[in-house]
Each structure stands twice: as structure tokens, then as C-alpha cells.
């Protein structure tokens, strides 16, 4: 029985509200420690359920149709709503995380590895949430607040090139996220970087106001340039996820917590990223027989951190707040003429005129393989 299946209180009522406890924090050396901290907004400490979130345990994961097929060969009805789509994914064997805690001074200490995990995630979630509820863009407000599946049987994740194991993952087809299994990585799980948080909280932002309820349905009916504009989505999703994971973290280089330093280095935004003009057609670039987005996604990260760093930030999270509004019409209306060109002018756009010709500088400059394209700078 895994440690969180057991459940350990010290002669305690329910625990709600405000809660002192100790979860894996970045200091500003740099370096992660278990410290103190408060959970704010707890409904159930014994169920680790808070206003905003749900975690569960022991979800199943039934992926069992093929997106690369479409909707005939699944005999799926491509109208349907994506809840009735969604509701073939998730299996019903799910019950409450069963965090275990010691009352030691006024705080309740993690007992084991899954408590501290438990807790260190929901403290990154919360956060993540305030600030996107901030700029009046966090989908809870609308959607509701999506559930955490805490170490799924997620077998079938590998039809969508996710890992099983040793990953942490917003996954739109359950509008929930996933903590999987730490197996093989030795450094600070991603479920407890605080980084990959807001990387991952992002996704959903992106997933409910570009795609919305289109997103499954426009995966299924797409012809091949659509399928195109998809897959140049999925890097621009994942360079404006880095961008927002650095600034949660407050750290352009909040990956090497996790992962090597020489992968980190490619996904940093504080370094200068530059479009390869074979990647413009989504052809490339590949990782095993896998498009690969984060090369690409890269090149948006950096664009959007230069920005920030030249006009400042908020002026850049507002321009990109307009732009997805922008880049959701088009996947409305035309799919396939989402290119990154349509993509960085609707950024560009966004950018009030006394910013957009700093910003235009740094466009021409990333973007170079298509500043002829750039239509929205002078």
C-alpha cells in the first residue's frame, strides 16, 4: 500500500482554512529545502482538497482511440461535446489522496515523500492559480478548477508521446493534471518545481482560451495543413509555458532543477533562440519519429523574455493576452493559416505603438527567417 493510502492525524478536528506545513521550496541560492509554509485556501488537510483544487488517487487513464485516425475510424461523433468525448478517458476507480501529517509546534509535517510531493504541488497550484487569476485569465473562473490525478495508471499516455512515469502534465483530454511516478530522475521532481508548475498550470490557460471546446474536435476533423497549424500550436504553447514557468519561478533557468543543464539550456528564455526555416511547414523538427515543439517553442520563449525585458513585463503578458484572442478566431474560423508569421504579429499587435518598434527589433531578429512576413512591423 503506498504511504499516501494511510492517514495519520494527532488527535485533530478537521483542518481547514489557512495551514501551516513544510513543502520543498527554491531559495534564492538556487537550491531547493524543505521549509515551512502555509497552504491558504484548505478545505480538508485529511483529503488534501482545497476551494480551488481536488486531488485523487488511483485514476485510470482509458485512452482508447487514436487521434492520428480521426473521428469515423473511432467511431466518434466529431459534434459531440468533448465532456461526452472526455468521459471515455477517465476511468471511475478514483478515491481521496490520504496525505500523512505529524502536529509538531503549530505545523503539520510531511510524514513521508508523497506527503511533501502532495503538499509542495498544491502550494505551486494555488499560486499559479492567483496569479493568472490576477491578469483575469485563469480558466477555474469559468471552468472550474481542474482535478490533480495523483499517480494514475496512465499506460496509455504513450499514444501521445508522454511519460508514464517521472513527468508531471496538464492533460487536455481530462482537463486535469497528472503526477506520475518519480522512477529514474534524481533531481527535484517536476511536480515540485515550482517552474513546471506554472509551465503546466499554463497549458490549461492555453487549452481552454485558444482551442476551448474546438480542441479535441479540431485534432479529429483536421486535414493535413490543419494538422500543421496543430503541431506549430503545441510549440507555441510550450515557448509561452517556459516563458510563464520562468517567471513563477523567477528563474529563466528553473529546468535545470529538474533536468541536466545542458538540456536546460535549450528551453532557457534568457538566452537568444533563433527560427530554423525548416520548421516553419511543422516538418521538423523530430525527436525519434516525434515532432518535436520545444526547438521552435524556444524561439517564443525568448522573444517574450526580451520583450519583457525591453518594454517590461506586464506590457508583454498583456500583448500576449490579446494575441491568443487573435490566434483563437483564426482556429475558429481557418485552422490552417496559423503560422508562426500569424503568430508573432498578433504578438507584435498586442504591443501599445510606443513599445512595438522595440519589440519589432527583436521580432526581426528571432524571426529573421520570415521578417518579410512580419506584417505588423513597420
Not at 499516501?4 to 538556487?30: K, M
Not at 482545497?50 to 485512452?63: C, D, P, S, V
Not at 513546471?196 to 495543413?225: K, T, W
Not at 520548421?279 to 517553442?297: F, H, I, N, T
Request: hydrophobic letters at 45%; one cysteine or more; proline letters at 5%.
Amino acid at each position: 500500500m503506498r504511504a499516501w493510502c494511510a492517514l495519520l492525524f494527532c488527535a485533530c478536528g478537521p483542518i481547514a482554512g489557512d495551514v501551516r506545513t513544510e513543502a520543498l521550496v527554491r531559495g534564492a541560492d538556487g537550491v531547493h529545502r524543505v521549509e515551512e509554509v502555509t497552504l491558504h485556501r484548505v478545505k480538508s488537510l485529511a483529503t488534501l482538497e482545497g476551494e480551488r483544487m481536488t486531488f485523487a488517487a488511483g485514476a485510470e487513464l482509458k485512452i482508447e482511440f487514436d487521434l492520428s485516425r480521426g473521428c469515423a475510424l473511432n467511431g466518434l461523433d466529431c459534434d459531440a461535446k468533448v465532456s461526452e468525448l472526455r468521459a471515455v478517458v477517465i476511468g471511475e476507480r478514483r478515491t481521496s489522496v490520504r496525505p500523512r501529517f505529524a502536529l509538531n509546534g503549530g505545523v503539520y509535517r510531511p510524514l513521508d515523500f508523497d506527503t511533501l510531493n502532495l503538499v509542495t504541488a498544491y502550494r505551486s497550484i494555488d499560486e499559479a492559480q492567483e496569479f493568472f487569476a490576477a491578469l483575469a485569465v485563469d480558466p477555474s473562473a469559468t471552468a472550474g478548477p481542474a482535478p490533480v490525478y495523483y499517480y494514475p495508471n496512465a499506460d496509455s499516455l504513450e499514444k501521445f508521446n508522454l511519460s508514464a512515469t517521472d513527468n508531471a502534465a496538464y492533460f487536455q483530454l481530462v482537463d486535469g493534471f497528472l503526477v506520475l511516478p518519480m522512477e529514474h530522475l534524481e533531481k527535484v521532481p517536476f511536480s515540485m518545481n515550482k517552474g513546471v508548475v506554472f509551465h503546466e498550470y499554463f497549458h490549461r490557460v492555453f487549452a481552454l482560451r485558444v482551442f476551448g471546446e474546438r480542441a479535441l474536435r479540431a485534432f479529429l476533423a483536421a486535414d493535413l495543413p490543419g494538422f500543421q497549424s496543430i503541431l506549430r500550436l503545441r510549440a507555441v504553447n510550450e515557448g509561452l509555458a517556459d516563458f510563464f514557468g520562468a517567471i513563477g519561478a523567477d528563474d529563466p533557468d528553473f529546468i535545470a532543477a529538474s533536468l541536466s543543464q545542458r538540456v536546460a539550456d535549450t528551453r532557457n528564455p534568457a538566452f537568444t533562440h533563433t527560427m530554423d526555416a525548416d520548421w516553419l511547414d511543422a516538418s521538423g523538427p523530430v525527436s525519434g519519429d516525434q515532432y518535436d515543439p520545444y526547438p521552435p517553442g524556444s524561439c517564443f520563449a525568448s522573444f517574450m523574455w526580451q520583450a519583457q525585458a525591453s518594454v517590461g513585463r506586464d506590457p508583454t503578458i498583456a500583448a500576449w493576452f490579446a494575441a491568443d484572442q487573435a490566434i483563437a478566431a483564426k482556429v475558429e474560423t481557418r485552422l490552417r493559416d496559423v503560422t508562426f508569421p500569424f503568430v508573432v504579429n498578433a504578438i507584435v499587435l498586442g504591443f501599445a505603438g510606443g513599445d512595438r518598434a522595440a519589440v519589432c527589433g527583436i521580432a526581426k531578429n528571432v524571426f529573421s527567417v520570415f521578417e518579410s512576413e512580419l506584417s505588423a512591423c513597420p
